[in-house]
């Protein structure tokens, strides 16, 4: 019996050390799929951590997935959405408006700093950039014409104070690194 004990403590031991432990399956908790050696994709990371609220964590991925990837849209509008979560609106504006201009047509970033714009109640402005994320996305969305929606009617109501107390603005985490600006309306 303890002979048989032994054996199987022995068995188990020796399968904990091979590299896919006891469990080989590509869904395990670790990043699925990755050969041993082999990093995971930054802005993967950085996703599922922004999705955990983990936007300190989530910066640090997006700029790992920026030194491997360089600086494209994709890695500079996601470290644009790490600050402005973190409330670095200034840096997130900075990081945002180099991805526009990086490409002009990529909704996610437009609508980025949309949202930037709306914090800072530059609405004017906001609302010809949400115009753009609307153009870029060919009407597609439902989140960035709401944000649309939005900030034209607060341009058209400047001086509606009371009806701007009661709008409850969040940012909602969507997709890939864009945002939704909800109201309570």
């Known amino acids: 019996m303890l002979r048989r004990a032994f054996i199987c403590f022995a068995i188990f031991a020796l399968a904990a050390c091979t590299s896919g432990g006891l469990n080989r ?3 395990g908790v670790f990043a699925p799929g990755l050969a041993p050696g082999q990093s995971a994709d930054g802005l993967v990371v950085g996703h599922r951590l922004m999705d955990a609220g983990e936007y300190e964590l989530a910066l640090k991925a997006y700029n790992r997935a920026a030194a491997q990837q360089g600086l494209n849209v994709d890695t500079m509008s996601a470290i644009g959405s790490a600050n402005l979560n973190l409330g670095r609106l200034g840096q997130a504006e ?3 408006r180099m ?3 990086e490409d002009p047509t990529f909704p996610p970033a ?3 700093l949309g949202v930037i714009l709306m914090e800072r109640g530059e609405i004017g402005e906001a ?3 949400f115009r753009r994320a609307f153009a870029a996305d060919s009407g597609n969305s439902d989140e960035i ?4 929606r939005l900030a034209l009617a607060k341009l058209e109501n400047p001086g509606n104070t009371a009806d701007q107390e009661n709008q409850n603005f969040n940012l909602i985490r969507r997709g890939a690194g864009d945002f939704a600006l909800v109201s309570d309306l």
């Open 145 to 148: 014409r709401d944000n649309l």
């Open 94 to 96: 900075r990081w945002l």
């Open 110 to 112: 437009w609508n980025n």
């Open 99 to 101: 991805a526009v201009e």
């Open 25 to 27: 399956s590509p869904d």
């Open 127 to 129: 609302s010809e950039v």
